[in-house]
T-cell receptor, first 111, second 113 residues
Framework: GENVEQHPSTLSVQEGDSAVIKCTYS??????FPWYKQELGKRPQLIID?????GEKKDQRIAVTLNKTAKHFSLHITETQPEDSAVYFCAARGSQGNLIFGKGTKLSVKP | DGGITQSPKYLFRKEGQNVTLSCEQNLNHDAMYWYRQDPGQGLRLIYYSQIVNDFQKGDIAEGYSVSREKKESFPLTVTSAQKNPTAFYLCASSVTGYTDTQYFGPGTRLTVL
């Protein structure tokens, strides 16, 4: 079935360093890839997304890259800050139009 | 996502009881979704509805039921057939079922006593 794999499951970085989270998807027809940030006990919030006709997208300290041939996409956070600490989820749109989520990455930014 | 509300925030259920979780949106979105979140499991789709009076099963629909009688409302019933219902339940909506951005409600934490 349709699947999204996300790595690593936990990531710890020093404040100011970069963080990279990687995801792979199984359905080659997927054409939309959002990233959500979820703070403890809160709702997931969309932070950036990318469509299959684009290879890279940036929004301030956050960027996402997409490699359609390899069926993987990555989230890059530069100059990390303690408030970046959260669980991050990648997702890919499935054949029914719904989103298929990865299992999440818990990012800890140490001051 | 401020236009999606869920109630209650916390819910306690005794074994053998059915409970209904509320989800309302005022964003005029056609599509609505229910997800279950367990620690380390990410978000798993329970049911989704792309239009009023229509809905489809997701990956883990057993033990759950939904209705979509109004565009703005998509209640989820957790039945006694759901053997392990303790989890965080999230409702989401999007403009249509085939547009992409989903916006989430604040969630309901269900605990079975």
């Amino acid at each position: 079935g349709e699947n999204v794999e996300q790595h690593p499951s936990t990531l710890s970085v020093q404040e100011g360093d970069s963080a990279v989270i990687k995801c792979t998807y199984s359905d080659s027809a997927s054409n939309y890839f959002p990233w959500y940030k979820q703070e403890l006990g809160k709702r997931p919030q969309l932070i950036i997304d990318i469509r299959s006709n684009v290879g890279e997208k940036k929004d301030q300290r956050i960027a996402v890259t997409l490699n359609k041939t390899a069926k993987h996409f990555s989230l890059h956070i530069t100059e990390t800050q303690p408030e970046d600490s959260a669980v991050y989820f990648c997702a890919a749109r499935g054949s029914q139009g719904n989103l298929i989520f990865g299992k999440g990455t818990k990012l800890s930014v140490k001051p | 996502d401020g236009g999606i509300t869920q109630s209650p925030k916390y819910l306690f259920r005794k074994e053998g009881q059915n409970v209904t979780l509320s989800c309302e949106q005022n964003l005029n979105h056609d599509a609505m979704y229910w997800y279950r979140q367990d620690p380390g499991q990410g978000l798993r789709l329970i049911y989704y509805s792309q239009i009023v009076n229509d809905f489809q099963k997701g990956d883990i629909a057993e033990g759950y039921s939904v209705s979509r009688e109004k565009k703005e409302s998509f209640p989820l019933t957790v039945t006694s057939a759901q053997k392990n219902p303790t989890a965080f339940y999230l409702c989401a909506s999007s403009v249509t079922g085939y547009t992409d951005t989903q916006y989430f409600g604040p969630g309901t934490r269900l605990t079975v006593l």
